[in-house]
């Protein structure tokens, strides 16, 4: 099973048709479909965990295609255990701290907040990026964001041979909408 995160419009232009002067001829919108892993154990577990930050399918869709994190001060994250999947922790120098070592990077809790929880690996979580960090990494393709009737649409242009392509993203939030154009972008710079 898979889940599917919106709709892309492709505008590849053709040879000839791009550049100075010269219109660009659009594609019908396709379908863009994520097959990983991840994805589709969370839809078939019907998780839907949208919101103002990204969904947790997402997040791991996102972790299993390659996105990297460095723990920072409000940062949001959840540990990857089924008895915390529920909970969302903040990185916060008075609870949460990110503390880096030569052999890898914990998650300390400090205080009395998380009393059971001493420190995780960063290996046991999974990064909820916000708006602003995804939009962040997405970088010079992000063109911009647009409500809809149904959701958000994430409009990007993305580096396809000597040109570019232009897609969308369409999601019920905002947050998901820049996820799934993140996550377009990381698959099509793999190699």
């Known amino acids: 099973m898979a889940q599917t995160y919106g709709t892309a419009r492709s505008g590849t232009p053709r040879r000839g048709e791009s550049g100075p002067g010269r219109p660009?001829?659009?594609?019908p919108p396709r379908r863009v479909t994520v097959t990983t892993a991840a994805v589709a154990r969370a839809a078939r577990a019907g998780l839907a965990d949208t919101g103002p930050m990204?969904?947790?399918?997402?997040?791991?869709?996102?972790?299993?295609?390659?996105?990297r994190w460095r723990p920072a001060p409000g940062?949001?994250?959840?540990i990857d255990q089924p008895e915390l999947a529920g909970d969302v922790?903040?990185?916060s120098e008075m609870t949460v701290e990110a503390r880096t070592y030569p052999t890898g990077t914990i998650l300390?809790?400090?205080?009395?907040?998380?009393w059971a929880l001493d420190s995780v690996t960063i290996d046991q979580t999974v990064w909820r990026p916000r708006e602003d960090q995804l939009r962040e990494l997405?970088?010079?393709t992000f063109r911009r964001l647009e409500r809809e009737p149904d959701g958000y649409?994430?409009?990007?242009?993305?580096?396809?041979?000597?040109g570019t392509e232009e897609v969308e993203h369409v999601a019920a939030e905002p947050a998901d909408a820049y996820g799934a154009a993140l996550l377009d972008l990381i698959g099509r710079s793999a190699p």
């Open 24 to 27: 660009r001829r659009e594609s």
């Open 153 to 162: 649409r994430v409009l990007a242009t993305f580096p396809v041979g000597p």
């Open 54 to 67: 990204i969904s947790l399918e997402l997040a791991r869709a996102l972790q299993e295609a390659g996105l």
């Open 75 to 78: 940062d949001r994250f959840s």
């Open 138 to 140: 997405l970088g010079a």
């Open 89 to 91: 922790f903040t990185i």
């Open 108 to 114: 300390g809790f400090n205080g009395t907040t998380e």
